[in-house]
T-cell receptor, first 114, second 114 residues
Framework: EAGVTQFPSHSVIEKGQTVTLRCDPI?????LYWYRRVMGKEIKFLLH????????ESGMPNNRFLAERTGGTYSTLKVQPAELEDSGVYFC????????????FGPGTRLTVL | AQSVTQLDSHVSVSEGTPVLLRCNYSSSYSPSLFWYVQHPNKGLQLLLK??????LVKGINGFEAEFKKSETSFHLTKPSAHMSDAAEYFC????????????FGSGTKLNVKP
């Protein structure tokens, strides 16, 4: 069984540009999560999808961030326009609804905004 | 509100000696607690979890953790470190049986010396 995959693994962009991160969850996992780790800080929750619906987006920093999960499969996280403080590692996780099921994490996308 | 404090940002041990990674949590309600590990260029992997059953939890690769409510702690231990244990470890809290919104500690990097 393939794990959670994220693309790209690294992205370097200039301030003001747009970047789109992609996450492919484990097949059959209806829950999908985005997290972010800014340099030197803890990993922070951004949002949670159940299938294609946003269940909780309380962690999204501002309206420059847009997450979608059309069709309830893969998800994208777009940052437009990117700012310096958006640099960090963006993690995606997925989970199958059910008792005591853990979140499975991808390797992350390292975003550098210059 | 939930929060986690990992008391050491870096821990260095010699191979074959015990490992202790410290975690204290704060939670308004009964918590679920987790330890995840991240090896370089890999996703976060679940080591173990506490969900109100036995307070001593055994995980993979010989790790275990003890939930101590009176001390609000969930320290991770291993009797004998192996070179392959070198990684970054994250303590995580969520509401009991809520596997959606995770609150991470800032991480502890474990170095294992030969």
């Amino acid at each position: 069984e393939a794990g959670v995959t994220q693309f790209p693994s690294h992205s370097v962009i200039e301030k003001g540009q747009t970047v789109t991160l992609r996450c492919d969850p484990i097949s059959g996992h209806d829950n999908l999560y985005w997290y972010r780790r800014v340099m030197g800080k803890e990993i922070k929750f951004l949002l949670h999808f159940v299938k294609e619906s946003k269940q909780d987006e309380s962690g999204m920093p501002n309206n420059r961030f847009l997450a979608e999960r059309t069709g309830g499969t893969y998800s994208t996280l777009k940052v437009q326009p990117a700012e310096l403080e958006d640099s960090g590692v963006y993690f995606c996780a997925s989970r199958k609804t059910g008792a005591a099921n853990e979140q499975f994490f991808g390797p992350g996308t390292r975003l550098t905004v210059l | 509100a939930q929060s986690v404090t990992q008391l050491d940002s870096h821990v260095s041990v010699s191979e074959g000696t015990p490992v202790l990674l410290r975690c204290n949590y704060s939670s308004s309600y009964s918590p679920s607690l987790f330890w995840y590990v991240q090896h370089p260029n890999k996703g976060l992997q679940l080591l173990l979890k506490y969900t109100s059953a036995a307070t001593l939890v055994k995980g993979i690769n010989g790790f275990e953790a003890e939930f101590k409510k009176s001390e609000t702690s969930f320290h991770l231990t291993k009797p004998s470190a192996h070179m392959s244990d070198a990684a970054e470890y994250f303590c995580v809290v969520s509401l009991l049986y809520n596997f959606n919104k995770f609150y991470f500690g800032s991480g502890t990097k474990l170095n294992v010396k030969p």
